[in-house]
């Protein structure tokens, strides 16, 4: 009898020992994580591979920056508001995320930026109705417009993606669906899944890591 109950005793405790251990590691953004390092190889000679200076015109029509992004974590894609197939869902996402970052009280300390890679059509007007018509927040949410060529270099040597004209895209333009995440000091920390839920979900927590453990070396 005494042995029964002291093996019910243990049987209790290791219950509650798991489930203890369980509610300790829900909250995975105190997990400490190193993030890789993306672009040339990620790290060579000491040093990580930094997004090249840029300037385009944003909604507005007024200038916009690597000098505006210096110093913040920022995400940025590539789209055209007249796509009909991924952009949308990008878009969608995108948005979404503007909402995660301000329930999280990180909007302004994180920005977003959207390069259009069809130029020729989406001017600055056109990029303020489609950014209005997503409730996007100008302050901190960037939508821009440059030449092709800028546009198109600027996808392929700064976040090492892909935009281009082609005929049997649809819509006539191919483009990467992916969100890149770059740090405080310009350097590229994730490539994620513009169209997936999940994903941008990761995304959230793996931005929330580089806001407390990262220094701006700016």
Request: aromatic share 12%; glycine share 6%.
């Amino acid at each position: 009898m005494i042995a029964e109950k002291l093996q019910n005793k243990i049987n209790i405790s290791i219950v509650l020992c798991l489930c203890f251990g369980l509610f300790a590691c829900t909250d995975s953004t105190e997990i400490k994580k190193d993030l890789p390092f993306f672009g040339e190889g990620g790290i060579q000679d000491g040093a990580a591979f930094t997004v090249p200076k840029f300037s385009f015109i944003n909604q507005d029509s007024v200038e916009t920056s690597h000098r505006d992004y210096q110093g913040h974590v920022y995400v940025t894609d590539f789209f055209f508001t007249t796509c009909p197939s991924i952009c949308p869902i990008m878009s969608s996402q995108m948005s979404r995320l503007q909402g995660l970052l301000q329930n999280k009280e990180l909007w302004g300390e994180v920005k977003l930026l959207s390069h259009t890679v069809d130029p020729e059509h989406d001017r600055p007007s056109v990029l303020k109705a489609y950014a209005e018509r997503l409730g996007a927040d100008l302050e901190h949410w960037n939508f821009v417009w440059g030449s092709q060529d800028d546009l198109y270099d600027q996808a392929r040597y700064g976040y090492f993606m892909t935009a281009l004209e082609s005929d049997t895209a649809a819509g006539g333009f191919f483009h990467s669906d992916n969100f890149v995440l770059i740090d405080q000091n310009m350097h590229i920390r994730g490539y994620y899944d513009g169209t997936s839920t999940k994903d941008v979900d990761q995304l959230l927590l793996d931005i929330e890591y580089l806001v407390k453990h990262i220094p701006n070396e700016q």
